[in-house]
Structures are given as C-alpha cells and as structure tokens.
C-alpha cells in the first residue's frame, strides 16, 4: 500500500491538540525529552494484551486496526477535525502515528539490518549493556574423565577410545567413526558425555550414524560404540535425533521422567528440568514413549508423525494430536517460536540461549504468538517484545530486570 493509500484510510481521524503539538514538536527536531515520553506514553495507551509477532495481515488489516485502535484513545481533550486547514498537521500526525504503530506490527516479522553490539535506551527501558546470541559450545567427556572443550579445539582427531577415533570435522561437528580394526566388547565400555552450557549448542554424529544437535544446557551420555542388541543413550535437557535405521537394534533414550524407544526416526526431546512436563514430538517415524509404573510396570503411549507426548511431573502421561512440530524444532533452525506463550516460558528459553538469569519485579502477566530469530542480540529481541508498552527490561550484566 502505498503513502497516499495510506493518507487516505486515516484522513478523518481526530487527534488530540496536545498530541499535534507534540508531533509538530516531534518533526522540527523541538521536542524536549519529558515531551517525547508524553507522546510515547500516550502511543502505549493502545491495549495489545497479546502481541501477535506474527500477524498474517495484510497492510490494509493493519492500517484498519492502526485506525480502530486509534479512535478507541482519542478523547477527553480538544480535538481538531484534520480537514484541509490542518493538513499540514494531519500529514505529520500520520506519519509518526504509523512510525509507532506499525513498527508494532512490522518490526516483529523483518529482519532488522542492524548490528549494533549494544543499545543504550528502547521502549524497553533503561538498557546500559547488551549480550550476544549463544552458538557453538560443548564440553566432550571421555571415558577417562578428560575433558576437551570442543569450541576451542582444532579440527582433526580429539582422541581414539579403542577402535573409535572422535574427529572434529572442518565445520566444527563431532562425528565418531569406527577405525579399520576388529570391534571387541571393550569398545561399548567406553562411556562420553557431550555437554552444552547455557548459551552453548552442538551437533554429533554417533558411531552408528545417528545426528543428535543439542540445545543450551544439555548433555547426551553414550557408549562410543553400540554392542549388543540394542542402542541406549541418555539425555538432559533438549535434544533432536535423526536415528539410523536398524530393525534389529532398537534406538533407545532415556531421560530423568522417560524413556523413549525407537527403531529409525527423527524426533526432539524437551526435558529440562525446570519445564511443567517432558514432551517428545515425533516427525517421522513411530516411537513409544514410556514411564516407569507402580510394582515395576511402565505405562506407555505410541506416537505417531505430528503427535507430541508431555509427561507431567506426576508421571502421568497425555499426547496431543497436530502438535506444532516447527515450535518444537525452532531452536534447531535458528528461531525462538511460540504461540499463546506465556512470558516466563519464553524468558526461560532466552535465558538458557543468552546464559542470563531472570529476575521478576511486579506481576507480568502476557502471552505471545510469533517467532524471533536466535542470532540477535538479546536488546534486540526485547525491544520486541517490550513493544506491548506492559512489559519492561532492564540488563545488568548477566541478569535480566522484568517488570511490568
């Protein structure tokens, strides 16, 4: 739509006089600082109690609800009717009007160009620091209990455990391969753990060709090689698997609530402890997901392609039918997504990417629809989400201030 387009959808809306002075104000490059918070105060006078970050609309819709929402603040003050005489300030008014409004909406589903490192004021508040977005980190643990941290160590072979050779590949990847020599059941005695840190993710190839990418603060616990007549890895945290086919050795992982059995699938496993429930989502395949009954007996449900298990900390299990499976593997493609997410949830999922500790002060009650991208710098996605004008952020160093 174009600027005339728009000029004509909102020309017969009334506006506030003091708002037209202070838009004027706005435009000459006048406005004193208590003046640009009276106007920005008013602007967060509109009531988006769930912002959605992803609207789907049309810049028609939009423009209509820019002008509903609009008319729904204007009064209790003089107004004037913007007809020809006040053009001038009509032609202002809408200009800043859909500066702010529609960034709302706008600045939620581009991409922004910038890359700043920091950002010393938003909407948001106060922000007099600003943190980096997490990337490749992981710790690997041998059997041994040596440790090498994956980020910092150079591409080639990291160790040999019996027949398996544990190579970093040129694109930073760990992939166990299995040497010319003749496997013996020592080699399954060999135990490594991979972990991340918050603000840490990694990427393994086990020795049977399974691809397992880690979330922040997770770990995967194997044998660097599977014997026997069936394949046992445990996790904690968050974890996506594409596993090798083999009928005759089942794929099995456990987790502090769970255990998850398949024979070849790609599937994700959320089990962070300080999540409400552990939730398996199946992508292809079939798996079965149990948890450990009364007097020894497992209590267990089959998923199919799209399901999602949750297992409550009670140890009861529910499954859901057309589970969004992109929410559940956004944090592999780069993006936090949501829908009707309550605020804490998303501050856990930032605070585990970003490594910061949240602190609430006040009650903060909101929800979100949408998706972020996890490349930003962390001012970048509360400047977003802050665009509700209820919620407010403020960073000390590690530590995030939420309040209301």
């Known amino acids: 739509m174009g600027a005339r387009s728009i000029w004509n959808h909102l020309y017969d809306m009334r506006i506030p006089e003091s708002i037209l002075v202070l838009i004027e104000k706005y435009q000459t490059g006048t406005i004193t600082n208590d003046e640009l918070q009276q106007l920005n105060e008013w602007y967060h006078t509109f009531d988006d109690r769930e912002v959605e970050l992803l609207t789907g609309k049309s810049e028609?819709?939009?423009t209509t609800d820019i002008r509903e929402r609009l008319m729904k603040t204007i009064q209790q003050e003089p107004v004037y009717s913007l007809h020809q005489s006040r053009r001038k300030w009509y032609l202002a008014a809408a200009a800043i009007i859909l500066v702010f409004l529609t960034a709302a909406v706008y600045k939620l589903t581009t991409t922004d160009s910038r890359s700043d490192s920091s950002l010393s004021e938003t909407s948001a508040g106060s922000i007099v620091t600003d943190?980096?977005?997490?990337?490749?980190?992981?710790?690997?643990?041998?059997?041994?209990?040596?440790?090498?941290?994956?980020?910092?160590?150079?591409?080639?072979?990291?160790?040999?455990?019996?027949?398996?050779?544990?190579?970093?590949?040129?694109?930073?990847?760990?992939?166990?391969?299995?040497?010319?020599?003749?496997?013996?059941?020592?080699?399954?005695?060999?135990?490594?753990?991979?972990?991340?840190?918050?603000?840490?993710?990694?990427?393994?190839?086990?020795?049977?060709?399974?691809?397992?990418?880690?979330?922040?603060?997770?770990?995967?616990?194997?044998?660097?090689?599977?014997?026997?007549?069936?394949?046992?890895?445990?996790?904690?945290?968050?974890?996506?698997?594409?596993?090798?086919?083999?009928?005759?050795?089942?794929?099995?992982?456990?987790?502090?609530?769970?255990?998850?059995?398949?024979?070849?699938?790609?599937?994700?496993?959320?089990?962070?402890?300080?999540?409400?429930?552990?939730?398996?989502?199946?992508?292809?395949?079939?798996?079965?997901?149990?948890?450990?009954?009364?007097?020894?007996?497992?209590?267990?449900?089959?998923?199919?392609?799209?399901?999602?298990?949750?297992?409550?900390?009670?140890?009861?299990?529910?499954?859901?039918?057309?589970?969004?499976?992109?929410?559940?593997?956004?944090?592999?493609?780069?993006?936090?997504q949501f829908k009707s997410a309550d605020i804490k949830s998303i501050l856990r999922q930032i605070s585990r990417w970003y490594d910061v500790d949240v602190v609430y002060k006040g009650n903060v009650n909101l929800h979100f629809s949408g998706q972020l991208k996890r490349d930003e710098y962390v001012s970048k996605v509360f400047e977003k989400l802050a665009l509700t004008g209820e919620v407010h952020f403020k960073i000390e160093g590690k530590k995030i201030i939420v309040s209301p």
């Open 60 to 62: 028609v819709q939009i």
């Open 131 to 336: 943190l980096a977005p997490g990337g490749n980190k992981a710790i690997l643990r041998l059997a041994d209990g040596s440790a090498i941290i994956l980020d910092s160590a150079a591409d080639g072979t990291l160790s040999e455990q019996g027949n398996i050779k544990v190579e970093k590949l040129s694109n930073g990847l760990l992939a166990y391969t299995i040497g010319g020599k003749q496997l013996t059941a020592n080699d399954a005695a060999f135990y490594n753990t991979i972990s991340t840190p918050r603000g840490g993710q990694y990427q393994v190839t086990l020795s049977d060709g399974t691809k397992v990418w880690l979330n922040a603060a997770s770990s995967i616990r194997f044998p660097v090689f599977f014997a026997g007549n069936e394949r046992r890895v445990e996790i904690t945290g968050e974890a996506y698997f594409e596993v090798a086919k083999n009928i005759s050795k089942p794929f099995k992982v456990k987790t502090t609530a769970s255990e998850i059995e398949v024979l070849g699938t790609h599937f994700n496993i959320n089990a962070y402890e300080d999540e409400a429930a552990v939730k398996t989502t199946l992508l292809e395949g079939m798996v079965k997901v149990s948890v450990p009954g009364t007097g020894g007996k497992n209590t267990s449900r089959f998923l199919q392609p799209g399901q999602q298990s949750g297992i409550s900390k009670e140890g009861t299990i529910s499954v859901l039918n057309n589970a969004d499976t992109e929410e559940a593997l956004a944090w592999k493609n780069g993006r936090f």
